[in-house]
């Protein structure tokens, strides 16, 4: 069964300090790895689509990268607006569908 | 830019009741998806559909239904609502099916 895990749970951060959210990932035949933001009563927003090891993508103060077991999102010098849930998916083939299977997401706070 | 409007973004309903509840999109894609998400569990796929007139169950797909009738518009039908179905309801679209999925803003369904 396809797992993703997202860490930490949550974090509280000081504007201007930089940090990296973790997650990790078991699937059979990666398809992609998805980064979303989503805002309080919101739906998703898409940031980033990884497809293989290695790759990296860049968008304003927000950096995605992908191993074969993980992704991470680093996050430089961030400001209160980025505060909101960060959320991985991924899409792996088979199983008879082919959603996306998320992690729990990490709840992000950045302080004035 | 990708736009996928849902009817709704919020709705009280009473149990038994019939509810629909609609997904929009207005860039051609072939895929839908229909997500619900709870705190704690993250979002699940119910339904998702790769073209019209055809459907596929998704992870929890078990009291619910869809309905596809032209491309650009996919329902989501909870035949006899029930309390454990208040939930955040979110439709998806993509081109492809390996391909990013973009979110609308998410229907709040309360059932009493």
């Known amino acids: 069964e396809d797992q993703v895990t997202q860490s930490p749970e949550a974090l509280r951060l000081q504007e201007g300090e930089s940090s990296s959210l973790n997650c990790s990932y078991t699937?059979?035949?990666?398809?992609?790895l998805f980064w979303y933001r989503q805002d309080p009563g919101k739906g998703p927003e898409f940031l980033f689509t990884l497809y293989s090891a290695g790759e990296e993508k860049e968008k304003e103060r927000l950096k995605a990268t992908l191993t074969k077991k993980e992704s991470f999102l680093h996050i430089t010098a961030p400001k209160p607006e980025d505060s909101a849930t960060y959320l991985c998916a991924v899409q792996a083939p088979g199983g008879g569908a082919d959603g996306l299977t998320f992690g729990k997401g990490t709840h992000l706070i950045i302080q004035p | 830019d990708v736009k996928v409007t849902q009817s709704s973004r919020y709705l009280v309903k009473r149990t038994g009741e019939k509810v629909f509840l609609e997904c929009v999109q207005d860039?051609?894609?072939?895929?839908m998806f229909w997500y619900r998400q709870d705190p704690g569990l993250g979002l699940r796929l119910i339904y998702f559909?790769?073209?019209?007139?055809?459907?596929e169950k998704g992870d929890i797909p078990e009291g619910y239904s869809v309905s596809r009738e032209k491309k650009e518009r996919f329902s989501l039908i909870l035949e006899s609502a029930s309390t454990n179905q208040t939930s955040m309801y979110l439709c998806?679209?993509?081109?492809?099916?390996?391909?990013?999925?973009?979110f609308g803003p998410g229907t709040r369904l309360t059932v009493l």
């Open positions: 998806a679209s993509s081109s492809s099916v390996v391909d990013t999925q973009y």
């Open positions: 559909s790769y073209d019209v007139k055809m459907k």
């Open positions: 860039m051609d894609h072939e895929n």
């Open positions: 699937v059979s035949g990666l398809r992609g």
